[in-house]
């Protein structure tokens, strides 16, 4: 009876194992004892990394880190991208992406210096050189986290990338 019980527990026991190695994102080794043995398996685990990405102009390159709005990966998911920026008023630019940005779970801007946000009215990216203050339809993709201070001189073509460290 305790052979069948063992049985039973490691089909059991394989069946959870064989369905954590069929999953598609990053793995890691991780070690399993049971009472009769070890095992090493491949374990899924979720790393949530964040998306940065590098805006370059005129040799001069900005980082943003991107926040985890659809907006922000629907943008990041266009990439790379070689486009026009334009200037706008006396604190921003703004690049019109090729497909409008998914805004499912998008959250309000309130732009300060460094802010990378959505306008969806005009469906334009908008990159902030100065503080803003916040705006019906305008919502946050993510912040400067170096480079800022390159925003203001940006012009003609740029290009954008995922940013890999």
């Given at each position: ?15 959870f ?14 070690t ?55 200037n ?15 805004m ?21 990216v908008?990159?902030?050189?100065e ?18 201070e390159y ?11 995922a940013?890999?460290?």
């Open positions: 009876m305790k052979n069948i019980i063992k049985i039973v527990l490691s089909l059991v026991m394989c069946f194992l064989w369905g954590c190695q069929n999953q598609t994102e990053p793995n890691r080794t991780s399993i004892q049971t009472q009769d043995h070890q095992e090493t398996v491949e374990q899924d685990v979720t790393s949530k990394e964040s998306k940065k990405i590098s805006v370059t102009s005129n040799r001069q390159i900005t980082i943003f880190e991107l926040n985890d709005s659809q907006a922000a990966n629907s943008l990041y998911e266009q990439l790379p991208l070689t486009i026009e920026v334009e706008y008023s006396d604190n921003e630019k703004i690049f019109y992406p090729p497909v409008d940005l998914t499912t779970d998008a959250v309000s801007a309130n732009a300060v210096t460094g802010t990378l946000a959505y306008y969806e009215p005009w469906t334009n908008v990159m902030f050189y503080d803003f203050g916040s705006a019906s339809g305008l919502y946050e993709l993510g912040q400067a986290i170096s480079g800022s925003i203001e001189d940006m012009s003609g073509t740029i290009e954008i990338e940013y890999l460290e």
